[in-house]
């Protein structure tokens, strides 16, 4: 993790041997155990839990079981997947505060259907084969460049894998998406807190009011004549 920007080169593309200040991060930082098998880093074991900055709508992910494989390129870059299984309900609700009906219009997504898309096909449950299956499979491409980097203070280059949490700040409150309003989501579906849900054969429902206002109308006219 760090906070110095990323620039660009000339063209356009990630400029390679930037320098980057470790920023520690006791929520972001994520160590997986691998080994190195003709140019390929390979993980050796899934990593219980780790948490990576999301680009989508939910902002953050938790992946569980995480593992990863990547290939150094002959031009110094580095190519892979990180894998793992990330909770399914966190990904939909990012969409629904985005503006679900946005979200549907632009993007062309009925939020309902894949609600129920996700919870189907959710594959992995925290607390064994017979719990509820709340996340599902994840993979996350990876490309990254040569860079340097350094120490917090900026001091020294660092070599080696190490750890940062015992310095870092205390996290903070959960990332959300782009606006503060918050939906309550049943079934995949998000009723209007202010409405009133008519269901049932013996629903009553009223007529619009402009058929109400319409026949008001005609009945004073008729008295009147």
Known sequence: NSKDAMVKDGV???????TFRIAPDAKFE????????????????PTKEMWIRDPSYAREAQILEAQARFKMQPDGSLTGILAGYRPWQRFYQGM?????????????IELPGLYRALKRNADYSPTGPGGEKTHISF????????AYVMTPDAKTAVTSVQSYKA?????????HAFITNKYRVTDGLVPDRNGKILAGPNAVIPPPASMTSAANATT???GGR
Request: charged share 20%; hydrophobic share 40%.
């Open 167 to 175: 310095v870092a700040p205390p996290p903070g409150p959960p990332l």
């Open 220 to 222: 004073a006219t008729g």
């Open 96 to 108: 629904v505060e985005a503006r679900g009906s946005v979200i549907e219009q632009l993007y062309w």
């Open 30 to 45: 994520g160590i997986l155990n691998a080994k190195t098998v003709n140019g390929e880093i390979i993980s050796t074991e």
């Open 139 to 146: 993979a996350l491409r990876v490309d990254a460049v040569p």
């Open 12 to 18: 356009g593309n990630i400029a390679r041997r930037y």
